[in-house]
């Protein structure tokens, strides 16, 4: 680029490079998604839908954004976890956010028609995002524990407002104070003593939120083959192959697995070995 005496400007840009050693995770979350999904008549509590088009467009970031290791999503929001020494972007926050959060919504509305068939876009959809760093592997953890334990919270509160709701006749400002105080075990009172309904029988997507890993080839054949012979597939195990049918990246697996205790990172222990 040929140099002119209007280049100082540069100087004026802020260094917002991240530290090194640390995990990167950049979040998405969808923006005033209440009046997203009541215009766009999303079933509640929870839509197949449009969780299934929040999957698909975090799917479409791991194909294209080769460090990323690991993505998490519930409800209208998705955690992604860079490689720590990741050299993409040389590290600056605001490329990182900004070509992930670009990428996740074009994504989002390319493939709306595949999920909403004939419902069509009333508005774009808008997402932010943000940028944070951990030091260390138990950071990182703890991270992603909070944000599946706050899937777990929010499921369940919702389960019940809107059992409250749609079977109880109750008014929503009735059921949010029907609801007020209660203890989780309340909660799960609740739904068995006046619904019959067992919470932890509702699907582990609903529960435990949706889980990205990078699976090569044969280990996704050899787990696959495993549950098929054991009579354990299920959709709480998918693969999704990557878009180019040339490409030699590993699968993509949709996991609704329990990342809060140790299991899950002993039988991935590639995550945070890099």
């Not at 595949?114 to 997402?127: A, D, G, I, S």
């Amino acid at each position: 680029m040929a140099k002119s005496k209007f280049e100082y400007v540069k100087h004026f840009e802020t260094e917002d490079r991240c530290l090194p050693n640390c995990w990167i995770v950049i979040r998405i979350d969808g923006k005033a998604f209440h009046r997203f999904t009541d215009v766009h008549h999303y079933m509640k509590p929870n839509d197949d839908r449009g969780l299934s088009l929040m999957t698909k467009a975090a799917q479409c970031v791991l194909e294209e954004f080769k460090d990323v290791v690991m993505a998490y999503g519930q409800s209208d929001e998705y955690s992604f976890i860079f490689k720590k020494n990741t050299k993409m972007f040389n590290r600056r926050a605001s490329k990182l956010m900004t070509n992930l959060v670009s990428q996740f919504s074009s994504s989002f509305v390319f493939y709306w028609p595949r999920f909403f068939n004939k419902q069509p876009l009333q508005y774009p959809p808008v997402f932010d995002g943000r940028v944070v760093l951990y030091p260390s592997d138990k950071n990182l953890k703890d991270y992603l524990s909070w944000r599946q334990a706050d899937c777990h919270i929010n499921n369940l509160y919702n389960t019940c407002f809107w059992k409250l709701v749609q079977e109880k006749g109750l008014s929503p400002a009735q059921s949010q104070e029907r609801l007020k105080g209660t203890l989780s075990s309340d909660k799960n009172e609740l739904l068995f003593s006046d619904f019959g309904l067992n919470y932890n029988s509702l699907p582990e997507l609903y529960r435990k939120g949706s889980v990205l890993i990078r699976m090569k080839e044969t280990d996704a054949e050899q787990r696959g083959d495993r549950e098929l012979h054991n009579g354990m597939r299920t959709s709480s195990v998918s693969f999704e192959s990557p878009s180019d049918p040339s490409s030699k990246l590993p699968r993509i697996a949709t996991l609704h697995s329990d990342i809060i205790g140790e299991k899950f990172w002993r039988e991935h222990p590639e995550i945070l070995d890099g």
